[in-house]
Each structure stands twice: as structure tokens, then as C-alpha cells.
């Protein structure tokens, strides 16, 4: 796994903003991320850590999974942060290094790291941190997507810029395997994961156009342009929409913290 020289810069003016709507959850997403995340729970969940939460787009899931819980939310980026939804009871939102966490040891149920091992330096010294701040039995619930799951992202076909830097910057799911392993995490179960990425043609073109997706942002106005001309003219065909909106993929590793 290697890191492009250029990264997105999510504390841009009106960024938070165009990632919200490009990436926000669409109802079906919800329920199934909702569900899958509460299957993978252990025991009486009353802390969640949500890690590099950015604008929260997982929230709403966590809350229908965990009703009562207490949403722990900490991302280094304060405008993605602050952009979150601002009317969902019990979240705690904590500006902070994810390398760094700032929480007591121990005392959290379960901890969600989405897409998130990839945009640092040390994954393993950000997940054995977090190893440490839950429970013995807590579970770790990571979503990461990988060298195997990079083309199911159709939009990136029309973008060659931001299809290499995902290619480049992605591990293959035997490399995040090895980082958890390494951290002392137990990984109970691995799983590969669609979900559907917008509700029609419109909407799938309208989150494109948002360019919030991180790597979009790395294009240029020309490359960009371009690229949203041949996606438009690729839904001329109706039969084009199925192939699109069957559904995106990311790699699943439930983890447990093991006895000591």
C-alpha cells in the first residue's frame, strides 16, 4: 500500500458539504449497514467509538444498531466534524488524532473504523490504540476498502486520476488482515460487502457531480468535466443503470478484543 504525494483536503471551504452529499447513506444502505453492524455486537453495547468519523455518515446506523449508546465521534478534520448532523441525541464529538486517542482505557463496547487505515501512517499503532480502549469481548468493526473491491466504485472508470490513486492507495485485504492481526485484535469473521450507492440514475449522477468523493478532488476541472460528460452520456442506455447501482464494495473484519 502506498500513499499519493497529493491527499484530499477535507478542511477545504464547502467540502464537508459536497462529501456529505455525495456519500450519505441511502435508506436501503442504512437498514443493511444497520443490521450488520448490530449482528456483529457482544454483549451490552453502552459506548460506540466511531474513529475518523468525518461527517458522520454512519451515525444514523449506529443509532438504529445501538439505541442507547453513547456515540463517541473523533475525527482531526473540525469542518467535517462540525458539518455532522447537529440533532442526533448522545453523540459526543471529539477533534482529535486518531493515532492519539484520548480516551480511557477500556471503556468502550465496540468501536466502528471506516475506511480509515489507508489515510494514515501507522495503522497498526491506530488500531492497537484503539485495541485499548475497549472492553475485553469489545468488538471492532472495520470497513476498508481494498485492492479487490477498487473497480466495484463504477464513476472511476471515467476518471483515470482518481481510479490510480485508489488503486495506489488501497491494500489488498491480506495486507489489512495482517494489520489487525498484528495490533492483538482477534478477527472472528471477513466478509466482502455491497451496498447500493444511490436510489436512481439521477441521484448516482447527482453525488458524482458533488465531487466530494476524496480522490475527485485530485482531478483536474478538465479531467473532472470530462469525465461527468461521458458518465452522463453512459446512462443513455437505460440497460447501463443496472450494472451501476447493483452496488459497492467494501471489505468487512469483525474483530474482537481478546482476553489479556
Known amino acids: 500500500m502506498s500513499k499519493p504525494t497529493r491527499g484530499t483536503d477535507y478542511k477545504s471551504p464547502g467540502y464537508a458539504g459536497r462529501f456529505d452529499l455525495s456519500r450519505r447513506l441511502t435508506p436501503s444502505a442504512l437498514t443493511a449497514w444497520s443490521e450488520l453492524m448490530a449482528s456483529a455486537a457482544f454483549g451490552d453495547v453502552q459506548t460506540v467509538i466511531d474513529l475518523g468519523t468525518g461527517t458522520g455518515r454512519f451515525w444514523p446506523a449506529l443509532r438504529h444498531a445501538f439505541p442507547e449508546a453513547q456515540i463517541i465521534a473523533i475525527d482531526i478534520n473540525a469542518p467535517m466534524l462540525t458539518h455532522s448532523e447537529a440533532n442526533l441525541d448522545r453523540v459526543c464529538r471529539i477533534v482529535a488524532d486518531v493515532s492519539q486517542l484520548p480516551l480511557k482505557d477500556h471503556g468502550a463496547d465496540y468501536a466502528l473504523c471506516s475506511m480509515l487505515l489507508h489515510h494514515v501512517d501507522d495503522p497498526k499503532k491506530v488500531l492497537v490504540g484503539l485495541r485499548s480502549s475497549l472492553r475485553t469481548g469489545g468488538r471492532v ?20 486520476t482518481a481510479l490510480k490513486i485508489e488503486q495506489d492507495r488501497m491494500p489488498a485485504s491480506g495486507e489489512v488482515l495482517g494489520m489487525i492481526e498484528s495490533s492483538g485484535l482477534s478477527v472472528i469473521e471477513t466478509r466482502q460487502i455491497l451496498t447500493p450507492p444511490a436510489t436512481t440514475v439521477n441521484d448516482y449522477l447527482t453525488r458524482v457531480k458533488a465531487r466530494g468523493f476524496p480522490s475527485l478532488q485530485l482531478v483536474s476541472d478538465e479531467e473532472f468535466q470530462c469525465g461527468i460528460d461521458q458518465l452522463r452520456r453512459h446512462f443513455d442506455s437505460p440497460s447501463n443503470a443496472s450494472e451501476v447501482l447493483a452496488g459497492e464494495a467494501t471489505a468487512i473484519f469483525i474483530c474482537e478484543v481478546p482476553n489479556a
Open 141 to 160: 468493526f472495520v470497513r476498508q476498502g481494498t485492492q479487490e473491491t477498487v473497480d466495484s466504485f463504477f464513476f472511476l472508470k471515467f476518471f483515470p
